[in-house]
């Protein structure tokens, strides 16, 4: 049988005190680096930009609707609010012209002039806005 020893350390390992977190200070941290997190993204949330898509694009010309910095003002203002609100897709309007707007995307899907507007049927969206 062989003779395993078993040699004395001469100075203990140092152990670093790690200081136990308590479970209201870990929620207190949590908070707190979610509150930098959000006030970090919140510049970001406070520009909405709206982009027409092609078939949009041409929709817009093909009915003659001109699209000007003063409409695309008004579209963005319209997808903030709407955004505020929680809408995915919106029908943001005024009395001669309707958009369909996807708000996550910020994208126009297309335009309507006054004479389609007659249907008076708008379907897949969660939102109407009227433009100011």
Do not use: C, W
Request: proline fraction near 4%; glycine fraction near 4%.
């Amino acid at each position: 049988m062989a003779d395993y020893r078993i040699t004395p350390i001469d100075r203990p390992h140092q152990v670093e005190q790690v200081q136990p977190v308590r479970r209201r200070d870990a929620g207190s941290q949590f908070g707190s680096m979610l509150q930098r997190e959000i006030q970090s993204a919140a510049p970001a949330q406070e520009s909405f930009s709206v982009a027409f898509s092609k078939h949009a694009r041409e929709r817009a010309e093909e009915r003659g609707i001109e699209v000007t910095d003063t409409l695309m003002d008004q579209l963005a203002s319209s997808v903030e609010r709407a955004s505020a609100k929680g809408a995915k897709n919106i029908l943001a309007f005024d009395a001669t012209r309707a958009f369909i707007i996807n708000i996550p995307h910020g994208r126009v899907i297309t335009t309507m002039s006054q004479e389609e507007m007659q249907e008076n049927i708008f379907t897949n969206i969660d939102g109407a806005v009227l433009l100011k």
